[in-house]
Every structure is written in structure tokens, then in C-alpha cells.
């Protein structure tokens, strides 16, 4: 039983389409985040949600918008992708805003050509 | 001030080996300093944390020791092994901030 699951986990696409990742979590958690891994592994928060709520927005594109449809799940649509964006993305999770403990997902690379 | 400065980029043991790995700070507001492994090809895991009350804390083999004055801190394993080979990420995050601060990893690799 994967706790936080996302995808696809991979995904190679031309520049200026759209494209969506996905992201569930079956651990009941209320908070959930995206990462972007870049090609040096510098992991950086871009946004976090609390009960589909967003609360976190790390100056992010706003090419890039994350959608909680319900609190186990939460994607992220990024429009006209560019050669920039290609990085791995985590989804993350935690049992709510204050709790420390963040489990992630396996990942999505992405691949802008 | 949000930044959290790690060292060394990379690091090669040999097995047994006790590496060191070293983060330092400077928002003194930072309240929660965990550490993540991460293997190739998975996400990062929560490995150990520890919060400013305690100058050292210790889980197994992984061992965080904490300098509040200093605003560092930093990993060791001890008897290191080869399954211990990843990149080993400190973070950092204010209870008021709601998110985490990552260093920019160190890769490990233990050698038979």
C-alpha cells in the first residue's frame, strides 16, 4: 500500500504543451505539498495546501496551479511548458500544519524538450 | 536568512567509516531541524530530527548533533555501510513558516 502515490512517473513533452501531474495520499493527512527537484537536487517547496486550502505559494509561475479536489489528493497543471521546468516533482504529505514529519512521494521527471 | 548551507557536496567512506555531514543556519526562528534520505530514483525520507531543547540526539546508527549558539548542526553514521549510499538532505522550518528549508545535499557513497 503506497502512502503517497503520484503520476506518471515519467513524463517528456515538447515546449508550450500543457501538462498535468497527480498526486493521492491514503495516510488521512490533511496537508499536502509539491517540490521541484532540479538537476543539481536542490529541493524547494512551491506550494502547500491545508483542507484543499492553499496556504503556502513559494512565488511560483503562474503557469503552475496546483488543484486540491479533496484533501487526499492534490495535482499540479502547468501550462506552456518550458525547457526550465524540466526537474523531478514531489508531492509530499503531512498529518496536518504542524506536524514536522513530511512523507513523499516517488516522483514525477519531468522532461521538457 | 532562509537559506540553509550544507556540506559537503559529496563524500566517500569506506565501510565502517563514521561520515559527517554539516548544516548551518541563520533565522533563529528555525525550531525543527530534520534530516531526509534519498535514495536514486525515490523520494526523500525522514531519517532523524531534532529540535534546539537538545544538543544531540541519536536513532540507531544516525546521530544529529546540535550547536544553538553556533546555529549548526549536523549528521553522523556510525559503522557506516554500503545500503547507507544516498543523498542525505538537512532542512530547517519555523513552526510560524509552515514549510520546510532544505540544504542542497550531500551524496554518500560507503564503499565495501
Known amino acids: 500500500d503506497t502512502a503517497v502515490s503520484q503520476t506518471p512517473k515519467y513524463l517528456v513533452t515538447q515546449m508550450g504543451n500543457d501538462k498535468s501531474i497527480k498526486c493521492e495520499q491514503n495516510l488521512g493527512h490533511d496537508t499536502m505539498y509539491w517540490y521541484k527537484q532540479d538537476s543539481k537536487k536542490f529541493l524547494k517547496i512551491m506550494f502547500s495546501y491545508n483542507n484543499k486550502e492553499l496556504i503556502i505559494n513559494e512565488t511560483v509561475p503562474n503557469r503552475f496551479s496546483p488543484k486540491s479536489p479533496d484533501k487526499a489528493h492534490l495535482n499540479l497543471h502547468i501550462n506552456s511548458l518550458e525547457l526550465g521546468d524540466s526537474a523531478v516533482y514531489f508531492c509530499?504529505?503531512?498529518?496536518?500544519?504542524?506536524?514536522?514529519?513530511?512523507?513523499f512521494g516517488p516522483g514525477t521527471r519531468l522532461t521538457v524538450l | 536568512q532562509q537559506q540553509v548551507k550544507q556540506s559537503p557536496q559529496s563524500l566517500i567512506v569506506q565501510k565502517g567509516g563514521i561520515p559527517i555531514i554539516n548544516c548551518a543556519y541563520e533565522?533563529?526562528?528555525?525550531?525543527?531541524f530534520p534530516w531526509y534520505q534519498q535514495f536514486p530514483g525515490k523520494g526523500p525520507a525522514l531519517l532523524i530530527a531534532?529540535?534546539?531543547?537538545?544538543s544531540e540526539k541519536k536513532e540507531g546508527r544516525f546521530t544529529i548533533s546540535f550547536n544553538k549558539s553556533a546555529k549548526q548542526f549536523s549528521l553522523h553514521i556510525m559503522d557506516s555501510q554500503p545500503g547507507d549510499s544516498a543523498t542525505y538532505f538537512c532542512?530547517?522550518?519555523?513552526?510560524?513558516?509552515?514549510?520546510?528549508?532544505f540544504g542542497t545535499g550531500t551524496r554518500l557513497q560507503v564503499f565495501p
Open positions: 531534532i529540535r534546539p531543547d537538545v
Open positions: 533565522n533563529t526562528a528555525f525550531d525543527y
Open positions: 509530499a504529505s503531512s498529518l496536518d500544519r504542524a506536524s514536522d514529519t513530511q512523507y
Open positions: 532542512a530547517a522550518s519555523a513552526m510560524v513558516a509552515d514549510k520546510l528549508i
